[in-house]
C-alpha cells in the first residue's frame, strides 16, 4: 500500500463528495436535525436526552456512514470506474483506505457540526469533554464506513447494498446497551453484544458521560473499535470484485 496513492484516493473521492450536496446535506445537517428531534421529544424527561443524545452522537455517524460508503463502492463498480482504476498502479488497500481517509474527514467536520448543535444548540450536558465525544463519532464512523466497504462486495444493486441495513446495522443497535442494559439480557444475546463492535462504541461514549476524563475503559474500547476497522477493511480488500456482473 503507497501513502501517496491512498492520500490521492482520498483527495478524489472528497471532490466527487464536494459536488453531491445532497449527500453532504446527509452527513453534515441530518444528524443535527435528528437530535433536534431527539431535543423536542424529551424536552421534560430530566436527563434521558442527555443519555440517549450522547450515545446517537456515535450511532448516527456510524448508520449514515454505512449507508453512504456501501452505495458509493457499488456504483464504483457497476459504473465500470473501479475497474478501470485498478488498472493502474491503484491497489486495492489504498482504494479501500483512501475511502476510509476521506470520510473519516467528512466524519469529522459531521462531528464537529452535530457535537456542537448539540451542547451550544440543544444544552447537552456530560461529565466529559466535547472533545472526546467527536474522536469518538469518528473512529465510529470510519468503523460504518469499512463495514460499508465489505458490504458492498455481496451487493449487485442499490437495493440490495441497502438490505445489509437490517442485517449489519440493526442487531447492533439492537444489542449495544441502548435499549436494555447488557447485563440485563440474556446470556447468548451478551455473548453478541460482547462480539460487535458498535457495542464497545457505545460504552466509550458512556464514558465521556460519567468521568470527567478518559478513562482506561474508553481508550481501551476506542482501541477495539479501531482494530475492527481495520479487520473489516482487510476484508473488504479480500471480497472486493472489479465490477458487478
Known amino acids: 500500500m503507497s501513502l501517496h496513492i491512498t492520500v490521492a484516493t482520498a483527495g478524489r473521492i472528497l471532490r466527487q463528495l464536494r459536488h453531491d450536496r445532497r449527500t453532504v446535506a446527509l452527513l453534515i445537517v441530518v444528524p443535527a436535525l435528528l437530535l433536534a428531534l431527539l431535543y423536542f ?9 442527555d443519555r440517549i443524545a450522547l450515545t446517537m452522537l456515535g450511532i448516527f ?12 463502492m457499488l456504483r464504483e463498480r457497476t459504473t465500470g470506474t473501479l475497474e478501470r482504476l485498478l488498472t493502474t498502479p491503484l491497489g486495492k488497500l489504498d482504494l479501500l483506505f483512501g475511502y476510509g481517509l476521506a470520510f473519516g474527514l467528512a466524519a469529522a467536520v459531521q462531528g464537529v457540526v452535530a457535537t456542537a448543535a ?12 466535547a ?15 469499512a463495514l ?5 462486495a455481496f451487493a449487485r444493486t442499490e437495493f440490495q447494498a441497502v438490505q445489509f441495513l437490517p442485517v449489519v446495522v440493526v ?9 436494555v442494559p447488557r ?14 463492535p458498535l457495542t464497545y462504541a ?9 468521568s470527567a476524563g478518559a478513562t482506561t475503559t474508553m481508550w481501551r474500547d476506542l482501541v477495539i473499535v479501531a482494530g475492527a476497522t481495520v479487520v473489516a477493511l482487510v476484508l473488504a480488500a479480500a471480497t472486493l470484485r472489479r465490477r458487478t456482473q
Open 41 to 49: 421529544m424529551y424536552d421534560d424527561a430530566g436527563g434521558t436526552f
Open 61 to 72: 455517524p456510524f448508520v449514515i456512514m454505512f449507508l453512504v460508503t456501501s452505495i458509493a
Open 118 to 129: 448539540a451542547y451550544w444548540l440543544l444544552g447537552l450536558q456530560t461529565t466529559g469533554n
Open 131 to 145: 472533545g472526546l465525544v467527536v474522536v469518538i463519532a469518528v473512529v465510529n464512523a470510519v468503523l460504518g464506513v
Open 148 to 152: 460499508g466497504l465489505f458490504c458492498s
Open 171 to 179: 442487531p447492533q443497535l439492537l444489542l449495544c446497551g441502548l435499549f
Open 183 to 196: 447485563g440485563q439480557m440474556a446470556g447468548w444475546l451478551e455473548v453478541i453484544s460482547n462480539a460487535l
Open 202 to 210: 457505545v460504552e466509550a461514549l458512556t464514558q465521556v458521560g460519567v
